[in-house]
């Protein structure tokens, strides 16, 4: 609006009006003194520096030309919330990234999504879990190794400073704490303060998907790529039972031991949990 009430352009930034618009600024002594046809009152303590950082923009990007954009933050919300749950979901294409930016392990991550997706499957309908909390639990299952890339020991934890912390293109603020969660109670003992940042009415169902990646993770501890066994899952209240093939168990005695302390473990989700096998 500046730029065409000096008749500088038609209504478009660009790399030649910028200056001109930098010099009559610095005519005023000062913010009070600011008279530049176009700008409103309310947006006069601000103007220099939005003037000092599009200088900057256009310097470094080598821009020539901007025009302002007829859409504003509202149609933007519309627009990232149209793509979630299909092919052009913004949230996946963050996932994908991360996988690469960490060195993600992607083999290995699809065969933890997978596994726990099966799970999820079979006791859904009895934890009432939903497409978003299957949606959740496969993007956490891709990520859960995301904290390798700063430390083995205590990789979880690192995970979920990670994805708290990190801008992640269109996740919400919420969705990143839950998505931290699951990675920080993936493995090892729950800490109380694991959940505190979930809210109320998504808590039950964090923990519930929590339990399941923990499942799938220890599932595959071996990195091994033969085919899983059979998997049955049953949940009744805050029971769940997994039932395993026991040649193939006893194959694994490492696998079996950390199976067995999962119980205990399992507590800190407020889960009570049972292996047997068949």
Known sequence: EICAALKLTKGAITAEALPLVRERLLQADRIEDIDLPGLSADRRPIIAGGVLVLEAVFAALGLQRMQVSKGALREGVLYDLLGRGGADDPREVSVDALMRRYGIDAAQASRVEATALRLFDQVATSW???????????????LHEIGLAIAHSGYHVHGAYILEHSDIAGFSQQEQRVLAALI??????IPKSGFELI??????????VAALLRLAVLLHRAHETDEMPVLRLRADGERLQLALDDRWL?????????LAGEPDDMLGLGVTFKLSSE
């Open 128 to 142: 009432s879990l939903d497409a978003d909390d299957r949606r959740i639990l496969s993007r956490a299952a891709r």
């Open 184 to 189: 920080r109670t993936h493995r090892r003992g």
């Open 199 to 208: 809210p109320d009415r998504l808590l039950a169902n964090t923990r519930h």
């Open 250 to 258: 006893r194959a694994r005695p490492l696998l079996r031991a950390d």
